[in-house]
């Protein structure tokens, strides 16, 4: 196509609901076709994906190995149901998921999104404390850090702490125990640097040993939390998270629906600091960024206290018709493969150096606060008081304004708020992210230069 054609612009405005979109002031942006970390719009125009198309797409767009996959098993089987059936491609993928997963975790539980990932993460562990062979009925509340986001239906709204996108909904949520995030950029006063994971942990330590009798699980996103602007925890903060949540009788779900599959470096974020949770957390980049799978993954200690006889209802009366889906599966499974074959892994340490010195090369740039990066998750974010770290007002929507700029040169971005960020494929070539930054080294000049 190289003409927007036919009603489709006027249908997008006006008919199709935009996710995180003011729809009043829509403008539609069509794509038509996708190869590596290309995008194509309808009037013909590429634009690298420098967000993964939403932090989901790992091996690029088109990818021959996951193309095929799902042709083949849409010669077998497209769907079939989860409850009380399978499906090989689906079966493979859990075996794969406990080889890969950090210790202990074994079973599986599927979904379709993030969100449910994160309700079936917290309905196992409430469930569990109900059923294990020697009951704790009173655990019952969850932990979650400020700044938290886990999605976006009721229950991943609850444990959210976004105010901007969450607190509209607070009568329709359950209460849960809010810690400060464990920000490690903007600390308290009075907090050094090399004493900020001591002193979160410290907080945490306080509130476990008062409420550990009536707490669950606690959810956190390790390392980084993505949506409330990359933030990132000081290190060892998760290690010592990990330590305290075992100490008081706690179950940890670890959200690894961004930071997994590669984006940090390792396969897993939890890797970094050698951590297994009790629930592990995983969507966008389990099927490469192709079709909508979620996994929820258990210990044996959780799946063990649902066994028992079908009478006592002991079950995990829980489900989504899609779950398991085999078309999802089977481009999971070879989106895994192409992690070997092609050795992901070792193949971006280039790219991560690249966009770390990138970064750095931003950092004094005027309106910049600061650069964060974690594996290819970059951030940047700008300041109106770069000494008193105060982001510009959201309302200004700076951010928006340098992925604006970005877009003309052909660089598609989305910011959170007036944090830039910078989350391409991992099939980045090195061109291609130099690019990225050029566009949002200039971005940042007009926008707030
Ligand atoms: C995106 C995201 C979710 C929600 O996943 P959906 O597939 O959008 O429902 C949950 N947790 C984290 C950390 C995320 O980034």
Redesign the pocket.
Known sequence: MSEPTGPLRQWDRELVWHAFTQMAEYEPLIFVEGRGATLVDDTGRELLDGVSSL?CNVHGHRHPRLDAAIREQLDRVAHVTMLGASTPSTIELAHRLSELTPDGLRHTFFSS????A?EVGLKLAFQYWQQRPDPRPEKTKYIALGGA????TLG?VSVGGVARFHEMFRPLLFEVERLDCPDAWRLPPAVEPDQAAAFYLAELESLLAREHPRIAAMVM?PLIQ??AGMVKHPPGYLAGVRELTRRYDVLLIA?E??TGFGRTGRMFACEHEQVAPDLLCL??GLTGGYLPM?ATVATDEIWNAFLGEYHESRHFFHGHTYSGNALSAAVALATLEVFEEERTLERIQPRIEQLGSRLEELRYARGVGDVRQLGLIGAIELCVDVAGKIPFPWTERRGQRVCDYARSKGVFLRPLGSVIVVMPPLCITESELDRILDAVAEGIEYAVG
């Open positions: 932090w999104d993030g969100s449910a994160i986001y886990h999605g976006d991943s996103e993505c949506a959200d629906v961004a969507g966008k979620a």
